[in-house]
């Protein structure tokens, strides 16, 4: 079971806007702005997307963005394309045994 | 351009011992905390260890510990995984990437472990 919690899939159409969350605890999410976002197409090697909640690395588009609200995190993609279909990963430092979480991941499926 | 290469997977038998490499390239390889993440087939994620870039902090997941050792050779710009006593459970493709406890920046192309009798 993934320390942070991610939603299995997700659908939605070409042109929407669609907002991924990541729940974790007080200890990850909650305490730390250290949440990172990855993109992975099947057999792929994942592709940071978003890190420290709301910055983008050079070259990624700003139709991805990234904020924080409590214990969870959320990942908005916006103006949907088919490109974006693929696996998308969440992130955080953790205080508690291991250094890095991972979230279980989220299928997007662009319909 | 950055570019992180592993290599040394394949398939070991329960018990067994097999040592990734990751050679990388095109930055400034002893200024930055470097890991290895593994993906299980069909699965997600999981950060298996970190070392820091003078190689005086090194972290595991709880799954790995006592059994694998992170190293890095800052003259040849390589880091390595020692992984003893494999399991079924180890299996995976397993990532060099580049980052600290923040974010993982780049990411290599994998290299498959198998342990399989």
Same mark, same amino acid.
């Given at each position: 079971?993934?320390?942070?919690? !991610?939603?299995?899939?997700? #659908?939605?159409?070409?042109?929407?806007?669609?907002?991924?969350?990541?729940?974790?605890? @007080?200890?990850?999410?909650? =305490?730390?702005?250290?949440? #990172?976002?990855? !993109? !992975? @197409?099947?057999?792929?090697?994942?592709? +940071?997307?978003?890190?420290?909640?709301?910055?983008?690395?050079?070259?990624?588009?700003?139709?991805?963005s990234?904020?924080?609200? =409590?214990?969870?995190? #959320?990942?908005?993609?916006?103006?949907? !394309?088919?490109?974006?279909?693929?696996?998308?990963?969440?992130?955080?430092?953790?205080?508690?045994?291991?250094?890095?979480?991972?979230?279980? =991941?989220?299928? +997007?499926?662009? +319909? | $351009?950055?570019?992180?290469? $592993?290599?040394?997977?394949?398939?070991?038998?329960?018990?067994?011992?097999?040592r990734?490499?990751?050679?990388?390239?095109?930055?400034?390889?002893?200024?930055?905390?470097?890991?290895?993440?593994?993906?299980?087939?069909?699965?997600?994620?999981?950060?298996?260890?970190?070392?820091?870039?003078?190689?005086?902090?090194?972290?595991?997941?709880?799954?790995?510990?006592? /059994?694998?050792?992170?190293? /890095?050779?800052?003259?040849?710009?390589?880091?390595?995984?020692?992984?003893?006593?494999?399991?079924? $459970?180890?299996?995976?493709?397993?990532?060099?990437? /580049?980052?600290?406890?923040?974010?993982f920046?780049?990411?290599?192309?994998?290299?498959?472990?198998?342990?399989?009798?």
């Amino acid at each position: 079971q993934s320390a942070l919690t !991610q939603p299995a899939s997700v #659908s939605g159409s070409p042109g929407q806007s669609i907002t991924l969350s990541c729940t974790g605890t @007080h200890s990850d999410i909650g =305490g730390y702005n250290y949440v #990172s976002w990855y !993109q !992975q @197409h099947p057999d792929k090697a994942p592709k +940071l997307i978003i890190f420290d909640v709301t910055n983008r690395p050079f070259g990624i588009s700003d139709r991805f963005s990234g904020s924080k609200s =409590g214990n969870t995190a #959320s990942l908005t993609i916006s103006g949907l !394309q088919a490109e974006d279909e693929a696996a998308y990963y969440c992130a955080s430092y953790t205080a508690i045994t291991t250094l890095i979480v991972f979230g279980g =991941g989220t299928k +997007l499926t662009v +319909l | $351009e950055v570019q992180l290469v $592993e290599s040394g997977g394949g398939l070991v038998k329960p018990g067994g011992s097999l040592r990734l490499s990751c050679a990388a390239s095109g930055f400034i390889f002893d200024s930055y905390h470097m890991n290895w993440v593994r993906q299980a087939p069909g699965k997600g994620l999981q950060w298996v260890s970190s070392i820091s870039s003078t190689s005086n902090n090194l972290y595991y997941d709880d799954s790995v510990k006592g /059994r694998f050792t992170i190293s /890095r050779d800052n003259a040849k710009n390589s880091l390595d995984l020692q992984m003893n006593g494999l399991t079924a $459970e180890d299996t995976a493709v397993y990532y060099c990437t /580049r980052g600290g406890a923040d974010f993982f920046d780049y990411w290599g192309q994998g290299t498959l472990v198998t342990v399989s009798s």
